[in-house]
Nanobody, 128 residues
Framework: EVQLVESGGGLVQAGGSLRLSCAAS????????IAWFRQFPGKGREGVSC????????YYADSVKGRFTISSDSAKNTVYLQMDSLKPEDSAVYYC?????????????????????WGQGTQVTVSS
């Protein structure tokens, strides 16, 4: 059974940093993508960043480019999202998600329906 467990959310002041972790288990895909999404109250899920399992290619939404960094530790089966220069508008529930795929076209990388497996989410709140 595939499981994704996020951690690292919390309350931080604007300009501060947080590092989210996504511990993945129960899968043996040769190719996969792990993504971070966020969901604002009353809104749909917005893709933030994703990383490919093979090659470690990384992709970012324009809204976080230059502030967020995605990385992975294959030994720990964990993906991280380092979030710097946080803004109040970054406040949301952050989810990690996984899909089996060796490649994903640009238009699918941040489409939530591209991902089959999801974590439970972790709240990030940035105070002004």
């Amino acid at each position: 059974e595939v499981q994704l467990v996020e951690s690292g959310g919390g309350l931080v002041q604007a300009g501060g940093s947080l590092r989210l972790s996504c511990a993945a288990s129960g899968f043996t895909f040769d190719g996969y993508f792990i993504a971070w999404f966020r969901q604002f109250p009353g809104k749909g899920r917005e893709g933030v960043s994703c990383i490919s399992g093979s090659g470690g290619r990384t992709y970012y939404a324009d809204s976080v480019k230059g502030r967020f960094t995605i990385s992975s530790d294959s030994a720990k089966n964990t993906v991280y999202l380092q979030m710097d220069s946080l803004k109040p508008e970054d406040s949301a529930v952050y989810y990690c998600a996984l899909t089996e795929a060796s490649t994903l076209p640009v238009w699918r990388r941040f489409l939530w329906t591209s991902y089959k497996y999801w974590g439970q989410g972790t709240q990030v709140t940035v105070s002004s």
